[in-house]
């Protein structure tokens, strides 16, 4: 299997400016207190971010983890109002669409490389993910999860392993998943170790819809059962890499497509990603002639 990427990631206060390494500081120190679940979330999404390169969307998520303390100010920051989300049972929220899947036509033959990625509104209600794999396979999905909010804050991390899950169950043999969220890689390593019991923040554990279990939880037992055959490795987003644009811009359309079902039927849709997933294949193949 091969070895993911030497080195460890910087920490976030590594990659933001002076004002905002006080403000992360801050927040590391409440949360060590409180056990904060929704700010320790918020803190690894701007992390997410950071590492991407997007230090506006980090310090958004910063801002949103606030009010903070100023520095040297010793007063507690306030609790989230409401109820503690992960003490009451919510009713669990029905993926809207059935997965669109297909394989392309590819040439060529050798390992097998697979990009995903999700898509999700700024308040997690609308989420979509999708993966494309040199063998020719794709798919995506989209929720919406407004109504019961499974995903709490996470909904972007979610989407992010959701796009795993549908890969891994659509793809066998031995894969490389190529990964652009480095939270997200995380909880896959920890995965594969046998870590399974490791979930983000505020996701609901409740079995869904007649009693089957959380996408993430099957994703968790997939990982480690295919740990020999399955191989992690970082692809930096929004930079040019074929396959990873391709399952970025194949989510962003089940997202669209859900939030605005009258556009097309389903068989347009289906007939829309299949294009979309040839399209990029194709332009992959043309980059690496002699990959699978």
Same mark, same amino acid.
């Given at each position: 299997? @091969?070895?993911?990427? @030497? ?59 606030? @009010? ?36 392309? $036509? *590819?040439?060529?033959?050798? @390992? *097998? ?37 499974? #995903?709490? !804050? ?10 795993? #899950? ?26 594969? $170790?046998?870590?399974?019991? !490791? %979930? ?20 968790? +037992?997939?990982?480690?059962? !295919? ?7 970082? *692809? ?7 396959? #990873? +644009? ?6 962003? $359309?089940?997202?669209?497509? %859900? +939030?605005?079902? +009258? ?30």
């Amino acid at each position: 299997m @091969p070895a993911d990427p @030497p080195g460890d990631p910087p920490q976030l206060e590594d990659l933001l400016g002076e004002a905002l390494r006080a403000q992360v500081t801050a927040l590391r120190r409440y949360v060590r207190k409180t056990r904060d679940v929704r700010v320790a979330e918020l803190l690894s999404l701007a992390f997410d971010a950071a590492v991407a390169g997007d230090i506006a969307a980090a310090a958004g998520h910063i801002a949103a983890a606030v @009010p903070c303390p100023a520095p040297g100010v010793q007063r507690p920051l306030p609790r989230p109002a409401g109820p503690n989300p992960l003490a009451e049972p919510r009713r669990t929220a029905s993926v809207i669409r059935r997965p669109l899947t297909g394989r392309a $036509r *590819v040439t060529g033959a050798g @390992p *097998v490389l697979i990009a995903t990625d999700g898509s999700s509104s700024g308040d997690g209600a609308h989420c979509a993910w999708a993966y494309i794999a040199t063998s020719g396979h794709w798919g995506c999905q989209a929720g919406d999860y407004s109504r019961d909010n499974v #995903n709490g !804050r996470s909904g972007a991390l979610i989407a992010e392993l959701r796009a795993a #899950n549908l890969a891994l169950l659509g793809v066998a043999g031995p894969v490389t998943l190529l990964v652009d969220s480095v939270i997200a890689l995380g909880y896959l390593r920890a995965w594969r $170790r046998g870590d399974t019991g !490791r %979930m983000p923040p505020q996701y609901d554990l409740h079995p869904r819809h007649a009693g089957a279990p959380p996408a993430l939880v099957t994703l968790a +037992e997939q990982v480690c059962a !295919r740990r020999q055959e399955l191989a992690l490795a970082h *692809v930096k987003g929004h930079a040019g890499h074929t396959l #990873n +644009e391709g399952a970025d811009l194949l989510a962003k $359309r089940a997202r669209h497509w %859900m +939030e605005k079902p +009258e556009i097309l039927s389903q068989q347009a849709m289906q007939a829309d990603a299949t294009d979309l997933a040839a399209t990029f294949l194709a332009q992959w193949h043309r980059e690496h002639p002699q990959s699978g």
